[in-house]
Every structure is written in C-alpha cells, then in structure tokens.
C-alpha cells in the first residue's frame, strides 16, 4: 500500500478524518455514548456495559485516547476515561460547519437542474 498524501489536506481536515476514522466502530460509538452518559468512568465500567471481552475494551479504548477524544487518569490499579472536553468541542466545530455550509446553498442537488430524460 503506497504512503499517505495527508500533507496535501488542510490540518482541520486532518484531525476531522482521524476523528472519524476513531468514531468508525460500533463499540467506539457505544463506549462515546456511555461517557458522555456518565462523565467519567473505570474501563471495568465499560467493560460490564458492552459486550466485549476487556482486551477488546482496551483496545478501543486506545484508540479513541490516541485519536485525543477521551483521555485516561490513573486511580489506583484502574484508569478512569472521560471525553476530552477540548477536542470534542473541536470536533462538533467542525461538523457543525459542514452543515451549516450545506444548509446555506439551496438547490445544490445535482439532479435540481437534470430532466428525467438525462439520466
């Protein structure tokens, strides 16, 4: 597989891939969904909410702190994980203006000025 070109993409369109490429599981979306539910938890926690072994609990887990959405303090023997309140504004920033933009064109459809006939 040939190297990335990510250097060619704006930083904002960096960090919104890397971001969505951490969101792009099911398991992530739920761990996301438990947090933000209860603020602050122990991966034990998240661990008896899904339906996963803990090994696999980790490793989303790692993935969601190294793409910088949650972050992880030490208590004790357990890690206690929270969403990282900075990036997460960040992140809704920058979907936010993804709508926002498509909300502002009208009739940008490609098929607004198509006759039936065309396709």
Not at 44 to 71: M, R, Y
Not at 84 to 112: A, I, M, P, S
């Amino acid at each position: 597989m040939g190297a990335t070109k990510t250097h060619h993409f704006t930083e904002r369109q960096n960090e919104l891939a890397t971001l969505i490429k951490a969101l792009g599981h099911p398991a992530r979306i739920a761990i996301i969904d438990y947090l933000l539910k209860t603020e602050s938890c122990i991966c034990g926690d998240i661990v008896n909410e899904l339906p996963l072994a803990q090994p696999t609990v980790s490793q989303h887990l790692k993935e969601l702190k190294n793409a910088g959405i949650i972050k992880g303090n030490v208590e004790g023997n357990a890690i206690c994980y929270c969403i990282d309140d900075d990036v997460w504004h960040k992140f809704k920033g920058h979907l936010n203006g993804f709508f926002q933009t498509y909300d502002l064109k009208k009739n940008n459809c490609c098929f607004t000025n198509v006759k039936h006939k065309d396709l």
